[in-house]
Nanobody, 124 residues
């Protein structure tokens, strides 16, 4: 059983920064692709960023490219999302997700395990 626990969300003013963390249980973290998704009220869950097991393949949604950075530390079973230059439209619940594969995907249905989510609110 794989469990994911996100942290680091909160309230921030527009232009500010937050760093989300996601700790994953189990000994297979280093072989899994990881992703971040978000869901705003009344909207579908959408892709934010994804990273392969070895950092060689990283993908971002166009809406966050240049502002957000995904990274991972396989020694700590942790994936991060550094969010800079935050905008009110970034307000959402952010979810960490893991695949039973080393290859990242932009599709939410390709992920096998999900965290409970952490709220990010950006005020204008």
């Amino acid at each position: 059983q794989v469990q994911l626990v996100e942290s680091g969300g909160g309230l921030v003013q527009a232009g500010g920064s937050l760093r989300l963390s996601c700790v994953t249980s189990g000994r297979t973290f280093s072989r899994r692709a990881m992703g971040w998704f978000r869901q705003a009220p009344g909207k579908e869950r959408e892709f934010v960023a994804a990273i392969s097991w070895n950092d060689e393949n990283i993908y971002y949604a166009d809406s966050v490219k240049g502002r957000f950075t995904i990274s991972r530390d396989n020694t700590k079973n942790t994936v991060y999302l550094q969010m800079n230059s935050l905008k009110p439209e970034d307000t959402a619940v952010y979810y960490c997700a893991a695949r039973d594969s080393a290859v990242p995907s932009l599709g939410r249905y390709d992920y096998d395990y999900w965290g409970q989510g952490t709220q990010v609110t950006v005020s204008s």
